[in-house]
């Protein structure tokens, strides 16, 4: 017997067939969760093409995110961007539900990720507003059975079954990012984050535990986005802001724009593939 079709897939299906009717959505190379502050997104895109979804915030729980995708250019460069995120706490635990919204960019064509989020500093040097570079993650609902990936497995997304999470921000995406801040003399961290369920902040004591297991940042989001990213074989980049979402604008968005200046052009997924022993 086989089981019925999940959510995640009844919604990657219905948001393509209904975007595919018009060429506006086709052929994107690039991507960007940009959860809040939609002024930010539309500063950061130059032109745009197209926009499916609802301007306000969509929920009252998390304030600034929008629930909208918007198509259009950054320095002449297709992107997608997704102007709030679906938070595992909103929708009782379903990852796969939460992450759909990365399927979707894979099938429009995006092969290079760039997220952001907002997060608690766990790192004592970190600064309120500072910027910090992920280079690794801890899925702590990933540990605990609450991975985007559980399930079946449909083979229609392509991606291997058993996800290789080593490297899952890609190195030279870091290392451009970090010399573009450079070159912007913009003070810029990196570090592991950790991600909780939440919606509770954290305790004292839990806050020592991700320290002592080599956390910098904490937060409730991102981490089974880019579980899902990797499985569909995108180059991820993802940069955060250390407890204050508000300040997400100004040198996160300048960043955000050089760096899609400089990205390389995207490698297919046959090459991605390749080079990471699939
Ligand atoms: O990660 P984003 O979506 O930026 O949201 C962060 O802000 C919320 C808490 O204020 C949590 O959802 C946390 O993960
Ligand atoms: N302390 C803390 N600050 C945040 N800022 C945004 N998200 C978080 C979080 O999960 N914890």
Not at 43 to 52: D, H, W
Not at 211 to 235: F, P, R, Y
């Amino acid at each position: 017997m086989t089981p019925p079709a999940n959510d995640e897939t009844n919604g990657v299906d219905n948001t393509i067939s209904a975007l595919n009717d018009s060429k506006e959505y086709k052929h994107y190379d690039y991507s960007m969760v940009n959860p809040r502050n939609y002024d930010d997104i539309t500063k950061v895109v130059q032109s745009i093409i197209a926009q499916v979804g609802e301007d306000k915030a969509k929920s009252d729980i998390v304030q600034g995110h929008a629930g909208k995708l918007i198509f259009g250019t950054i320095h002449g460069k297709k992107v997608i961007c997704q102007a709030g995120r679906f938070h595992p706490y909103e929708h009782k635990m379903d990852l796969a539900l939460c992450a759909m919204p990365i399927r979707v960019m894979d099938q429009l064509g995006v092969r290079t990720l760039i997220v952001t989020n907002a997060a608690g500093g766990v790192n004592k040097s970190f600064h309120y507003g500072d910027l910090m570079l992920i280079k690794d993650q801890i899925f702590l609902p990933g540990l605990a059975g609450f991975s985007p990936l559980v399930g079946e497995h449909d083979k229609r997304y392509g991606g291997p079954r058993f996800v290789s999470m080593h490297e899952c921000f890609d190195k030279d995406l870091r290392v451009l990012t970090k010399d573009i801040a450079n070159r912007m003399s913009m003070r810029l961290m990196e570090g592991v984050y950790v991600m909780s369920g939440g919606p509770q902040y954290e305790t004292p004591a839990e806050v020592r535990l991700y320290h002592a297991v080599g956390a910098d940042a904490l937060g409730m989001s991102t981490c089974h986005e880019v579980v899902v990213a990797k499985q569909c074989l995108m180059k991820v980049n993802h940069l955060e802001v250390i407890d204050a979402a508000n300040k997400q604008g100004g040198k996160g968005v300048d960043l955000i724009s050089a760096l899609v200046k400089e990205l390389p052009p995207p490698m297919s997924k046959q090459e991605t593939a390749k080079l990471w022993g699939y």
